[in-house]
């Protein structure tokens, strides 16, 4: 798979090369010769169009080769792809701005050649035949400065079309960006409302739970109070048959007590 990548890499090359050079000859052009001018043009733009198919051909190829080549490499060859992409681009331009100033030059030329066969001829001294091809020869020159001008009108619209459809997508773009925002924000609110709604939740489980461990001590101290006999701070009447109960004083002093009277009767027996 690298080995594709690798030739594609190296066509690719190649191909740049060649534009390079056509573009620096379209730009040496006097600008006198406008079939020969519009034949490299059309194949310089070819060579173009030839290339973007290559650059295409290599990014998806690519895409495929992430786990085989590893992220490095991945890295290595996507900045070369990069750089063809940019250099298309830049030859594209070069061509097209190099086509227009020779376009131009041609009208300039065409028309200083009119001004200057209108200034030697002269028509009085002229003859029916001369007069006749004289108004040929402007009628073509007419026609072929009109068929320039028409085509610089129609490369005008196409770029007006072609920014105006940029301009729509990228409007498009924008109001799907605005949209993605909007409902990025819709989404935001909504957690955070469910957000406060879980951390009201939170607090009442906690109140809940404190008010039941209240009642629970609660509970647990009325029944210790009662098992101890504690009622509005009068003597405690403890039941001492309780386990936790055997271990108080009063308690011990009865079972010392009862003791007490056991060993005054063995005694006397």
Known sequence: ????????????????????????????????DVGKRQDRVEHLNER???????????????????????????????KKRQAHQEAIEKLAKDIDIANRALEKKELLADKQG??????????????????IEQGKRVQEASMGALARTEKLVS???????D?????????????????????????????????RDIARRLATDKMIVCLLLFLVLAIIGIVV???LGIVDGSDPDIDCA??????????????DQANAGAGGVDAGG
């Open 225 to 227: 109070v009662n098992s």
């Open 242 to 255: 309780l386990d936790f109960t055997q271990i108080t004083s009063a308690c011990r002093e009865a079972q």
């Open 155 to 161: 490369d005008m619209e196409g770029i007006g079309n």
């Open 48 to 78: 173009i169009a030839r290339a973007k198919q290559m650059l295409k051909g290599f990014a998806l190829e690519l895409r495929s080769v992430m786990q085989e080549v590893g992220r490095e490499a991945h890295e290595t060859f996507d």
């Open 114 to 131: 009119r001004l200057v066969k209108k200034k030697e001829f002269d028509a009085g001294a002229a003859g029916g035949g001369e007069i």
């Open 163 to 195: 920014t105006n459809i940029a301009l729509h997508g990228q409007t498009n773009q924008i109001k799907d960006t605005h949209a993605t925002v909007e409902a990025t924000q819709a989404g935001i609110g909504a957690a955070g409302k469910k957000v």
């Open 1 to 32: 798979m690298t080995e594709e990548i690798e030739h594609l890499d190296g066509e690719l090359e190649k191909i740049l090369e060649e534009i390079r050079v056509g573009a620096g000859k379209l730009q040496d052009m006097k600008g006198n």
